[in-house]
């Protein structure tokens, strides 16, 4: 028994975590483009309590008007935001069961009049050629709306060891392909970077239609998609890049008030990322199990399952990974508790 369980749980913790990096990998890379005759574009930034990014933010895009929506920071964001070149415009009061982000979100758009609308978070930055490079991209590809996926950086020990195994989860469920195919329903998106054509972001509803959810990035996705849209998920690890949480407290309360929402929209892909959760989980006490059962062989099969399949994504620090299984455990199952209950989370000082 413990030697059949041993293998079976190497061999899923193979197929889910190798499908989960040719997963990402099969979404395009951002191509450095030139793009002589740009059409006018507008970045958005919401931003609450920024004042430590927002300037690296702001100064990612020198040549392009770039309007900062002011959340009702209670630091010196929007100071530093009208300092580095920003124009700084203040986030209107929520509506009744609104959220922060895209009732931001939906103010730069109707404070802005440029035909594209490149809506990016606080905690971005990047290259010069990003912009031309999208742009030309979606030009060439006639593209209505457009969202990538940036170089995450991870500093402190808490990054560095939950965050890639996150991500890692999260794209066992994805299919690439499928979300970049009119074909299909399936959606993703990120709004860390997201590029619509101004008259389709109208068309669809905006922010406004997605204002309720914490989510709004998929709920987006979704729209377009079932719209019929021109729409692409790409990635744009050299051009573009994010450092999404500072600490563990950040990390924790970040995927606690959307990880699990994240799996209701898609009962395929909730089904895939919980299955390939519980196998690595699974994956010390079974290979403990199987050692104490003397079956060495399954047991050093399921001993190096999980850091070598994790490996191009930890690098020399695959020795994290074990913390990282079970550090996001507990992140998973707060944020079901959360989503079950109705409890909400706190996020910046706003409880969501």
């Known amino acids: 028994m413990p030697e059949s369980l041993a293998i079976a749980v190497a061999l899923g913790i193979l197929i889910f975590f190798w499908k989960s990096r040719a997963n990402y990998l099969a979404l395009p890379s951002l191509p450095i483009l030139d793009n002589p005759n740009p059409p006018s574009v507008t970045v958005i930034i919401p931003a609450r309590d920024e004042a430590q990014s ?60 440029s035909d594209w609308l490149l809506f990016a978070d606080a905690d971005t930055w990047f290259d010069p050629r990003f912009l031309p490079s999208l742009l030309a991209y979606a030009a060439r590809e006639n593209l209505d709306a457009a969202s990538l996926f940036p170089h995450q950086h991870c500093l402190t020990l808490a990054e560095q060891t939950l965050l890639p195994y996150a991500f890692a989860l999260y794209f066992t469920g994805v299919d690439a392909r499928a979300v970049n195919s009119p074909r299909s329903p399936e959606s993703l998106g990120n709004g860390q970077c997201f590029l619509f054509r101004r008259a389709i972001y109208q068309a669809i509803g905006g922010h406004r239609a997605v204002i309720n959810t914490v989510i709004e990035d998929i709920a987006l996705a979704r729209l377009l998609k079932q719209n019929g849209l021109r729409y692409r998920v790409l990635r744009a690890e050299s051009l573009a890049h994010v450092r999404m949480y500072s600490s563990f407290a950040a990390i924790f309360r970040g995927f606690a008030k959307n990880a699990f929402r994240f799996l209701t929209v898609n009962p395929i892909t909730a089904a895939q990322v919980i299955l390939a959760s519980i196998l690595a989980t699974s994956w010390l006490p079974v290979l403990l199990w199987a050692a104490l059962e003397s079956q060495w062989i399954p047991a050093a099969l399921l001993f190096l399952s999980l850091p070598a399949v994790l490996l191009p994504i930890y690098g020399k620090r695959v020795w994290l990974v074990p913390a990282a299984v079970y550090g996001f455990q507990l992140i998973a199952l707060a944020s079901l508790a959360a989503t079950l209950t109705g409890r909400k989370v706190t996020w910046k000082g706003r409880r969501v």
């Open 54 to 113: 927002i300037a690296r933010a702001v100064l990612s895009f020198p040549n392009t008007p770039v309007l900062v929506v002011d959340d009702a920071s209670t630091d010196s964001t929007a100071e530093i935001a009208a300092r580095a070149g920003a124009r700084v415009i203040p986030a209107p009061p929520l509506p009744s069961g609104a959220l922060g982000k895209p009732n931001a979100c939906q103010a730069g758009a109707d404070a802005s009049s």
